[in-house]
C-alpha cells in the first residue's frame, strides 16, 4: 500500500499507529499541481500501482496554514457572487486539476497491466455539506464530472481498468465518544475505506468490456450496507486489515464490522 502526504510527521504517526506494517510505503509529496509529477516519480520507483483509490480529500493529513486545496478551498467565506472573478477562475477546478494529473500519469501504465482499478471517493455526509464553501461545492461535483467522463471513455474502449466511482450523500455522522464505549462498532469513515476497498478488490475479477467499472451511491445506511454486502472484504493477502479509532489507536484483531441502522 502506498499512501501521500505533504506532512512527514503525520505519515509517520500513520505508519506507527497501523503499526509499521512491511507492506505499507508513505510518499512524502504533494498532489497540487506544481508537484504531482514529481510526487507520482516517487510512487512508480516503489512500484506501479494496481488499485488506486483517488479521494476527493482528507481532512487528518491538513496542516494549518498550509497552502494546499484543503485550506483554499474553504476560503472565503463570503457570498460566491460576491468572490473576484479571478479567485474563482483560479480555483474552480483545483481538485479536477490534481486529480486529471495523477491519472494521466497512471492510467496509460496501468492499461498495461490486468486485473486493474481505479476508484474515485467523492462527495461529503449531509453533516459536512451544511459546512461546505462555494468552492468546495464546486471542486466535488466537478470531480464527479472527472470520474464519469473518464469511466465513459473506459467503457466505449472496453478499457482493462475497473474504473469506479463511490459517491457519498445523506449519510449521519456517528458520535465518536460513544462510539469509544463501543469499539465493535466502526466510524463511518472505516466502513467506507473497507467498502472503497472491496470494489477496488473487485477489479481483479473484470476483464474485457465489462471492465469499465460503475456509480455506486450511497446515500443512507441501507445504501451502505448492500454495498458491504455486494464488496465484502476483511483481508488483504492473508493479513488482518487494521482498523484505526480516532486515526489514533490500532487494533491488532480482524474486526467483525457491524451496521448500523442510524445515528449511533
Known amino acids: 500500500m502506498i499512501i501521500n502526504s505533504r506532512s512527514e510527521a503525520k505519515l509517520a504517526t500513520l505508519a506507527k499507529d497501523l503499526g509499521?506494517?512491511?507492506?505499507?510505503?508513505?510518499?512524502?509529496?504533494?498532489?497540487?499541481?506544481?508537484?504531482?509529477?514529481r510526487t507520482i516519480e516517487k510512487v512508480?520507483?516503489?512500484?506501479?500501482?494496481?488499485?488506486?483509490?483517488?479521494?476527493?480529500?482528507?481532512?487528518?493529513?491538513?496542516?494549518?496554514?498550509?497552502?494546499?486545496?484543503?485550506?483554499?478551498?474553504?476560503?472565503?467565506?463570503?457570498?460566491?457572487?460576491?468572490?473576484?472573478?479571478?479567485?474563482?477562475?483560479?480555483?474552480?477546478?483545483?481538485?479536477?486539476?490534481?486529480?486529471?494529473g495523477v491519472a494521466s500519469i497512471l492510467l496509460p501504465k496501468m492499461r498495461q497491466m490486468s486485473g486493474c482499478s481505479y476508484t474515485f471517493l467523492t462527495g461529503t455526509s449531509a453533516t459536512m455539506q451544511r459546512q461546505l464553501s462555494p468552492l468546495t461545492r464546486i471542486n466535488t461535483h466537478a470531480l464527479s464530472g472527472l470520474a464519469s467522463a473518464l469511466r465513459a471513455e473506459g467503457q466505449a474502449a472496453a478499457d482493462c481498468i475497473y474504473l469506479s466511482e463511490l459517491r457519498?450523500?445523506?449519510?449521519?455522522?456517528?458520535?465518536?465518544?460513544?462510539?469509544a464505549k463501543d469499539p465493535t462498532q466502526m466510524p463511518l469513515s472505516a466502513e467506507l475505506g473497507m467498502l472503497t476497498a472491496g470494489i477496488a478488490a473487485a477489479g481483479a475479477r473484470w476483464e474485457g468490456p465489462q471492465a469499465g467499472g460503475d456509480l455506486y451511491q450511497v446515500n443512507d445506511i441501507e445504501d451502505l450496507k448492500q454495498l458491504r454486502i455486494r464488496f465484502p472484504l476483511t483481508e488483504v493477502s492473508g493479513e488482518p486489515l487494521p482498523a484505526l479509532w480516532h486515526w489514533q489507536t490500532f487494533s491488532q484483531k480482524t474486526l467483525k464490522p457491524r451496521m448500523s441502522t442510524g445515528q449511533d
Open 20 to 37: 509499521h506494517p512491511s507492506r505499507l510505503h508513505c510518499v512524502h509529496g504533494t498532489m497540487m499541481p506544481s508537484g504531482i509529477d
Open 44 to 100: 512508480l520507483a516503489i512500484a506501479t500501482p494496481s488499485h488506486v483509490v483517488a479521494h476527493a480529500g482528507v481532512a487528518w493529513f491538513t496542516e494549518s496554514g498550509a497552502e494546499d486545496e484543503t485550506n483554499i478551498l474553504s476560503a472565503p467565506k463570503h457570498s460566491l457572487l460576491e468572490m473576484d472573478r479571478a479567485i474563482f477562475s483560479q480555483n474552480k477546478g483545483v481538485l479536477v486539476d490534481m486529480h486529471f
Open 168 to 179: 457519498v450523500g445523506n449519510l449521519p455522522l456517528r458520535d465518536l465518544p460513544a462510539m
